[in-house]
């Protein structure tokens, strides 16, 4: 399966970006990098390190959007840390960012595919997206599926009551997307948030024993102490790999086709993302909104898939 993981790393987009490149299955065209957990020349950086710690200094990285559509940048660095990726000792990648703008490397790869062959991995803001389709108006039709990480529905918020991160940080971008007519997974809080890195499964990365792994586990510690210390919980949510395993293993998850909406006006709401999970209007059910997660088969995965990356 062809993909291009759009990404703003953080450590947990890095366990993303980990898994698909752990994951024969999966052919990785590119990493496009785009401005939210922290600004978009860390974010580039970021990809482009984790590609490093992964051994794979071969994958093209892209830089896109620095900030959201409309909205000016909101960054996170109270839960990922200055540099975004704080926990391992980083360094300076040894490899090139890739000339040209991570919107022209979207359009082009997908004009470039038989359509319905790349599948698109969102798992920060979705300003990129959201430019492509707007370069490229044919450029839906040629999108196998778009499987994000973002919004929340019984779950809710976490940047603000109502508003999860990604969606937050560019609603209009978030609304383009949804709009669009590809085929439209979305992995909500309502998942992440049962996907947790407790003590044991830190321990069972830990035991891997590689570069990669070595990183993983101490981004994570670094990572989970946000949560484990405003909410006393043994770690935290794993948020984006989710998606990564969603298109290996579908059957861990479950939910059902919805229509989603995304509220960009209202200044309590601004990012909410308006999930009709009772169908209780008629209007097209365009995404795969899903809830359930098997989390214990999850990390079954990641730590199967980490331990290739030798
Ligand atoms: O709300 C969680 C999302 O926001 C994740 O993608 C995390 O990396 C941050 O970007
Ligand atoms: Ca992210």
């Not at 020349?41 to 490093?52: M, P």
């Not at 990285?61 to 540099?83: I, R």
């Not at 359009?107 to 370069?135: D, H, R, S």
């Amino acid at each position: 399966m062809k993909i291009i993981i759009d990404t703003d790393p953080g450590q947990d987009d890095a366990a993303a970006i980990m898994l698909a490149l752990g994951s024969p299955e999966l052919e990785v065209l590119g990493i496009t990098a785009v401005a939210g957990n922290v600004p978009l020349a860390l974010t580039e950086r970021n990809a482009r390190i984790v590609c490093e710690m992964s051994g794979r200094t071969d994958i093209k990285v892209f830089a896109g959007a620095e900030a959201p559509l409309v909205q000016p940048l909101v960054t996170a660095e109270h839960v990922h840390g200055k540099t975004g990726l704080d926990g391992p000792e980083l360094f300076n990648p040894s490899f090139p960012l890739q000339d040209g703008h991570a919107v022209d490397f979207i359009v082009e790869t997908l004009l470039a595919e038989a359509p319905g062959t790349v599948t698109l991995c969102p798992i920060g803001p979705l300003t990129n997206i959201a430019l492509a389709l707007q370069k490229e108006p044919s450029l839906a039709g040629r999108i196998q599926q778009i499987v994000l990480m973002g919004g929340g529905y019984f779950a809710q918020g976490n940047i603000t009551p109502s508003a999860e991160f990604n969606i937050y940080v560019d609603p209009e971008a978030a609304a383009i997307v949804m709009a669009c007519g590809a085929p439209i997974v979305m992995m909500p809080l309502d998942v992440t948030h049962k996907v947790m890195t407790t003590k044991a499964r830190v321990e069972r990365i830990r035991a891997i024993d590689n570069r990669a792994a070595r990183a993983m586990v101490e981004m994570l510690v670094f990572y989970e102490r946000f949560d484990e210390e405003k909410y006393g919980t043994d770690g935290g949510p794993l948020h984006d790999p989710t998606t990564i395993a969603w298109l290996l293993q579908p059957d861990l998850f479950q939910g059902r086709m919805c229509n989603v909406e995304i509220e960009t006006s209202s200044k309590l709401t601004r990012g909410a993302t308006v999930v009709d999970w009772w169908g209780v209007t008629k209007r097209a059910k365009n995404a795969l909104v899903l809830q359930e997660v098997d989390a214990d088969g999850f990390f079954d995965l990641f730590a199967e898939r980490l331990a290739n990356l030798g």
